[in-house]
Nanobody
Framework: VQLVESGGGLVQAGGSLRLSCAAS????????MRWYRQAPGKLRDMVAA????????TYADSVKGRFTISRDNSKNTIYLQMNSLKPEDTAVYYC?????????WGQGTQVTVSS
């Protein structure tokens, strides 16, 4: 299993970023996928999740209405469109594939939102 995130960077408050996670080594089209984030000194929290066919999405309350998770099964890739970014969104963002009690993680991509 390999998950490779990209798209992070430095953005001003109110700006937007689009994260991508390219997946390989497993049957992506039947896999639930998630985005997590971890700010310095804090636990890693789930941001968004998407079912295998993209029909159902779930969001943390803190990002509802601002973030959108999506996927392209033809490209084995999930995305996280982040709009109206706030300084509190600053964190390392991780792509996640849950398999029962086992979690597979990417290396993460840093998102920094300046005020």
């Amino acid at each position: 299993v390999q998950l490779v995130e990209s798209g992070g960077g430095l953005v001003q408050a109110g700006g937007s970023l689009r994260l991508s996670c390219a997946a390989s080594g497993f049957t992506f089209s039947i896999s639930v996928m998630r985005w997590y984030r971890q700010a310095p000194g804090k636990l890693r929290d789930m941001v968004a999740a998407i079912t295998s066919n993209g029909a159902t999405t779930t969001y943390a309350d803190s990002v509802k209405g601002r973030f959108t998770i999506s996927r392209d099964n033809s490209k084995n890739t999930i995305y996280l469109q982040m709009n109206s970014l706030k300084p509190e969104d600053t964190a390392v963002y991780y792509c996640n594939r849950p398999v029962g009690t086992i979690n597979f993680w990417g290396q993460g991509t840093q998102v920094t939102v300046s005020s």
